[in-house]
Protein backbone atom coordinates (compact mmCIF):
# COMPACT_ATOMS: atom_id res chain seq x y z
CA UNK A 1 0.00 0.00 0.00
CA UNK A 2 3.07 2.12 0.75
CA UNK A 3 4.25 1.65 -2.30
CA UNK A 4 1.83 2.46 -4.43
CA UNK A 5 0.76 5.93 -2.72
CA UNK A 6 4.43 6.80 -3.13
CA UNK A 7 4.56 5.86 -7.15
CA UNK A 8 0.88 7.65 -6.98
CA UNK A 9 3.22 10.87 -5.02
CA UNK A 10 6.02 10.39 -7.56
CA UNK A 11 3.62 10.10 -11.05
CA UNK A 12 1.87 13.21 -9.06
CA UNK A 13 5.47 14.93 -8.91
CA UNK A 14 6.59 13.89 -12.41
CA UNK A 15 3.07 14.98 -13.71
CA UNK A 16 3.32 18.40 -11.67
CA UNK A 17 7.41 18.53 -13.25
CA UNK A 18 6.27 17.84 -16.54
CA UNK A 19 3.47 20.42 -16.43
CA UNK A 20 6.48 23.29 -14.97
CA UNK A 21 8.76 22.19 -17.63
CA UNK A 22 6.65 22.82 -20.14
CA UNK A 23 4.89 26.33 -18.86
CA UNK A 24 8.76 26.93 -18.56
CA UNK A 25 9.78 26.31 -21.90
CA UNK A 26 6.61 28.44 -23.57
CA UNK A 27 7.56 31.19 -21.25
CA UNK A 28 11.06 31.08 -23.02
CA UNK A 29 9.96 31.02 -26.85
CA UNK A 30 7.91 34.52 -25.65
CA UNK A 31 10.07 37.63 -27.35
CA UNK A 32 9.45 39.54 -23.81
CA UNK A 33 11.04 36.71 -21.86
CA UNK A 34 13.91 36.41 -24.36
CA UNK A 35 14.57 40.00 -24.20
CA UNK A 36 14.23 40.14 -20.72
CA UNK A 37 16.54 37.14 -20.50
CA UNK A 38 19.43 38.62 -22.20
CA UNK A 39 18.93 42.13 -20.42
CA UNK A 40 19.39 40.05 -17.10
CA UNK A 41 22.05 38.20 -18.76
CA UNK A 42 23.94 41.56 -19.90
CA UNK A 43 23.34 43.07 -16.69
CA UNK A 44 24.89 40.65 -14.85
CA UNK A 45 28.23 40.62 -17.56
CA UNK A 46 28.01 44.01 -17.21
CA UNK A 47 28.39 43.44 -13.07
CA UNK A 48 30.92 41.34 -13.89
CA UNK A 49 33.05 44.05 -15.59
CA UNK A 50 32.69 46.45 -13.25
CA UNK A 51 34.22 44.00 -10.71
CA UNK A 52 36.85 43.40 -13.31
CA UNK A 53 37.24 46.63 -13.75
CA UNK A 54 37.67 47.70 -10.00
CA UNK A 55 39.68 44.59 -9.24
CA UNK A 56 42.25 45.54 -12.12
CA UNK A 57 42.06 49.40 -10.53
CA UNK A 58 42.99 47.41 -7.72
CA UNK A 59 46.00 45.87 -9.04
CA UNK A 60 47.42 48.68 -10.81
CA UNK A 61 47.16 51.12 -7.78
CA UNK A 62 49.02 48.08 -6.10
CA UNK A 63 51.78 47.67 -8.81
CA UNK A 64 52.26 51.34 -8.62
CA UNK A 65 52.35 51.35 -4.77
CA UNK A 66 55.14 48.76 -5.70
CA UNK A 67 56.93 51.28 -7.89
CA UNK A 68 56.97 53.88 -5.98
CA UNK A 69 58.00 51.93 -2.81
CA UNK A 70 61.02 50.74 -5.44
CA UNK A 71 61.71 54.33 -6.13
CA UNK A 72 61.69 55.01 -2.23
CA UNK A 73 64.12 52.06 -1.00
CA UNK A 74 66.27 52.75 -4.35
CA UNK A 75 66.84 56.60 -2.85
CA UNK A 76 67.55 55.04 0.32
CA UNK A 77 69.72 52.73 -0.82
CA UNK A 78 71.55 55.30 -2.58
CA UNK A 79 72.43 57.60 0.37
CA UNK A 80 72.85 54.75 2.58
CA UNK A 81 75.48 53.93 0.34
CA UNK A 82 76.73 57.36 0.17
CA UNK A 83 76.21 58.12 4.60
CA UNK A 84 78.40 54.38 4.45
CA UNK A 85 81.14 55.24 2.14
CA UNK A 86 81.14 58.85 4.52
CA UNK A 87 81.46 56.51 7.31
CA UNK A 88 84.74 54.46 5.52
CA UNK A 89 86.40 57.33 4.80
CA UNK A 90 85.58 58.60 8.02
CA UNK A 91 87.39 55.91 9.55
CA UNK A 92 90.41 55.66 6.55
CA UNK A 93 91.24 58.94 8.08
CA UNK A 94 91.38 58.44 11.57
CA UNK A 95 93.83 55.03 11.21
CA UNK A 96 95.79 57.91 9.63
CA UNK A 97 96.11 59.23 13.03
CA UNK A 98 97.63 55.78 14.60
CA UNK A 99 100.10 53.23 14.12
CA UNK A 100 98.34 50.16 12.48
CA UNK A 101 101.36 47.99 13.71
CA UNK A 102 101.11 48.46 17.44
CA UNK A 103 98.27 46.33 19.03
CA UNK A 104 98.31 49.15 20.99
CA UNK A 105 97.84 51.96 18.96
CA UNK A 106 95.08 49.92 17.51
CA UNK A 107 92.99 49.52 20.41
CA UNK A 108 93.34 53.56 21.19
CA UNK A 109 91.97 53.80 17.54
CA UNK A 110 89.00 51.47 18.45
CA UNK A 111 88.12 53.33 21.92
CA UNK A 112 87.64 56.73 20.01
CA UNK A 113 84.27 58.03 19.91
CA UNK A 114 84.73 58.87 16.39
CA UNK A 115 85.77 55.50 15.63
CA UNK A 116 83.03 53.75 17.19
CA UNK A 117 80.33 56.46 15.43
CA UNK A 118 81.80 55.38 12.12
CA UNK A 119 81.95 51.82 12.72
CA UNK A 120 78.52 51.66 14.16
CA UNK A 121 77.34 53.46 11.28
CA UNK A 122 79.34 51.87 8.34
CA UNK A 123 77.82 48.01 10.46
CA UNK A 124 74.06 49.41 10.50
CA UNK A 125 74.05 51.36 6.75
CA UNK A 126 75.34 47.97 5.39
CA UNK A 127 72.54 46.12 7.17
CA UNK A 128 70.08 48.29 5.96
CA UNK A 129 71.47 48.27 2.41
CA UNK A 130 71.84 44.99 2.33
CA UNK A 131 67.61 44.04 3.36
CA UNK A 132 66.65 47.02 1.04
CA UNK A 133 68.37 45.51 -1.92
CA UNK A 134 66.76 42.06 -1.14
CA UNK A 135 63.35 43.94 -0.75
CA UNK A 136 63.89 45.77 -4.01
CA UNK A 137 64.64 42.26 -5.92
CA UNK A 138 61.33 41.68 -4.03
CA UNK A 139 59.26 44.45 -5.66
CA UNK A 140 60.99 44.09 -9.00
CA UNK A 141 60.14 40.85 -9.66
CA UNK A 142 56.55 41.28 -8.09
CA UNK A 143 56.54 44.00 -10.50
CA UNK A 144 56.89 41.88 -13.31
CA UNK A 145 54.40 39.51 -12.34
CA UNK A 146 51.78 42.22 -11.44
CA UNK A 147 52.78 43.97 -15.10
CA UNK A 148 52.13 39.84 -16.34
CA UNK A 149 48.54 39.85 -14.43
CA UNK A 150 47.27 42.65 -15.14
CA UNK A 151 47.93 42.23 -19.22
CA UNK A 152 46.20 39.05 -18.73
CA UNK A 153 43.43 40.45 -16.99
CA UNK A 154 43.06 43.28 -19.27
CA UNK A 155 42.86 41.44 -22.39
CA UNK A 156 39.63 39.45 -20.09
CA UNK A 157 38.02 43.18 -19.21
CA UNK A 158 38.04 43.31 -23.51
CA UNK A 159 37.25 40.24 -24.04
CA UNK A 160 34.18 40.77 -22.04
CA UNK A 161 32.89 44.35 -22.78
CA UNK A 162 33.05 42.48 -26.13
CA UNK A 163 30.55 40.09 -24.84
CA UNK A 164 28.33 42.35 -23.74
CA UNK A 165 28.30 44.12 -27.45
CA UNK A 166 28.03 39.98 -28.55
CA UNK A 167 24.96 39.81 -26.09
CA UNK A 168 23.33 43.03 -27.52
CA UNK A 169 23.43 42.00 -30.66
CA UNK A 170 22.31 37.88 -30.06
CA UNK A 171 19.56 39.45 -28.06
CA UNK A 172 18.16 40.77 -31.15
CA UNK A 173 19.37 37.77 -33.53
CA UNK A 174 17.61 35.28 -31.01
CA UNK A 175 14.16 36.86 -30.75
CA UNK A 176 14.04 37.19 -34.88
CA UNK A 177 15.57 33.52 -34.94
CA UNK A 178 12.80 32.25 -32.26
CA UNK A 179 9.95 33.96 -33.89
CA UNK A 180 10.90 32.48 -37.51
CA UNK A 181 11.08 28.88 -35.87
CA UNK A 182 7.82 29.71 -34.16
CA UNK A 183 6.14 30.11 -37.58
CA UNK A 184 7.48 27.74 -39.18
CA UNK A 185 6.63 25.22 -36.34
CA UNK A 186 2.85 26.46 -36.60
CA UNK A 187 2.78 25.76 -40.11
CA UNK A 188 4.26 22.12 -39.87
CA UNK A 189 1.83 21.74 -37.05
CA UNK A 190 -1.26 22.74 -39.61
CA UNK A 191 0.30 20.56 -42.48
CA UNK A 192 0.68 17.76 -39.59
CA UNK A 193 -2.90 18.40 -38.58
CA UNK A 194 -4.31 18.59 -41.67
CA UNK A 195 -2.76 14.61 -42.45
CA UNK A 196 -3.37 13.55 -39.22
CA UNK A 197 -7.34 14.85 -38.59
CA UNK A 198 -10.25 13.31 -40.15
CA UNK A 199 -10.31 15.68 -43.15
CA UNK A 200 -8.71 13.88 -45.43
CA UNK A 201 -11.26 10.93 -45.09
CA UNK A 202 -14.30 12.76 -44.69
CA UNK A 203 -12.87 14.06 -48.20
CA UNK A 204 -12.71 10.56 -49.44
CA UNK A 205 -16.03 10.01 -48.40
CA UNK A 206 -17.96 12.31 -49.85
CA UNK A 207 -15.95 11.75 -53.08
CA UNK A 208 -16.81 8.28 -53.26
CA UNK A 209 -20.06 9.04 -52.46
CA UNK A 210 -20.35 11.92 -55.63
CA UNK A 211 -18.83 8.81 -57.32
CA UNK A 212 -21.75 6.48 -56.17
CA UNK A 213 -23.80 8.70 -56.97
CA UNK A 214 -23.13 9.68 -60.40
CA UNK A 215 -23.05 5.92 -61.30
CA UNK A 216 -26.37 4.98 -60.08
CA UNK A 217 -27.35 8.05 -62.21
CA UNK A 218 -25.36 6.26 -65.00
CA UNK A 219 -27.01 3.25 -64.51
CA UNK A 220 -30.29 4.75 -64.14
CA UNK A 221 -30.50 6.10 -67.70
CA UNK A 222 -28.87 2.92 -69.26
CA UNK A 223 -31.67 0.99 -67.53
CA UNK A 224 -34.34 3.56 -68.52
CA UNK A 225 -33.26 3.88 -72.08
CA UNK A 226 -33.33 -0.36 -72.35
CA UNK A 227 -36.37 -0.29 -70.95
CA UNK A 228 -37.96 2.16 -72.98
CA UNK A 229 -36.55 0.19 -76.02
CA UNK A 230 -37.54 -3.20 -74.92
CA UNK A 231 -41.72 -2.00 -74.34
CA UNK A 232 -41.05 -0.65 -78.02
CA UNK A 233 -39.76 -3.30 -79.66
CA UNK A 234 -42.73 -5.10 -77.88
CA UNK A 235 -45.15 -3.29 -78.90
CA UNK A 236 -43.86 -3.03 -82.42
CA UNK A 237 -43.97 -6.81 -82.45
CA UNK A 238 -47.76 -6.49 -81.56
CA UNK A 239 -48.67 -3.96 -84.24
CA UNK A 240 -47.35 -6.28 -86.87
CA UNK A 241 -48.93 -9.39 -85.23
CA UNK A 242 -51.96 -7.38 -85.69
CA UNK A 243 -51.32 -5.87 -88.71
CA UNK A 244 -50.79 -9.52 -90.37
CA UNK A 245 -53.75 -11.05 -89.04
CA UNK A 246 -55.48 -8.48 -90.22
CA UNK A 247 -54.38 -8.90 -93.42
CA UNK A 248 -54.98 -12.49 -92.98
CA UNK A 249 -57.85 -11.70 -91.93
CA UNK A 250 -59.06 -9.77 -94.66
CA UNK A 251 -57.78 -12.54 -97.07
CA UNK A 252 -59.62 -14.73 -95.68
CA UNK A 253 -63.04 -12.71 -95.77
CA UNK A 254 -63.01 -12.68 -91.99
CA UNK A 255 -62.13 -9.61 -91.61
CA UNK A 256 -65.68 -7.38 -92.56
CA UNK A 257 -67.17 -10.14 -90.52
CA UNK A 258 -65.52 -9.72 -87.37
CA UNK A 259 -65.12 -5.57 -87.82
CA UNK A 260 -69.31 -5.73 -88.59
CA UNK A 261 -69.32 -7.99 -85.49
CA UNK A 262 -67.80 -5.83 -83.18
CA UNK A 263 -69.74 -2.74 -84.20
CA UNK A 264 -73.05 -4.73 -83.63
CA UNK A 265 -71.61 -5.80 -79.86
CA UNK A 266 -70.95 -2.41 -79.19
CA UNK A 267 -74.16 -0.93 -80.81
CA UNK A 268 -75.78 -3.48 -78.21
CA UNK A 269 -73.77 -1.98 -75.33
CA UNK A 270 -75.06 1.04 -75.43
CA UNK A 271 -78.76 0.26 -76.32
CA UNK A 272 -78.20 -1.35 -73.37
CA UNK A 273 -76.72 1.28 -70.94
CA UNK A 274 -79.18 3.52 -72.43
CA UNK A 275 -82.16 1.82 -71.24
CA UNK A 276 -80.85 0.72 -67.22
CA UNK A 277 -83.08 3.13 -64.79
CA UNK A 278 -81.91 6.51 -63.23
Known amino acids: MFKAIWR???????LLTGGINGM?????ENRHVIAATFDEIKDDQVKAVRSMSDAVAAMIAAKERKVAKVS???GRVAENSEMRDGALAMIEELKGQYDLTDDASI???KATEDYQEAAGAYESLSKEIEDDEHTLDELELAIVEDEAQLSNRLA?????????????????ETIADVEAAKQERQINDMINGISDNDSGERLSEMRDMREKMKAQVTVGRKLA??????RKERFKKF????????????????????????????????????????
Open 8 to 14: YFKAFGA
Open 24 to 28: RSSLN
Open 225 to 230: GTESAS
Open 107 to 109: NKL
Open 156 to 172: QLGTMKDQIEKIKQEKH
Open 72 to 74: TLT
Open 239 to 278: AQKKKASSEFDNLLGIGKQAEASTKEGAATEQEATTQLPE
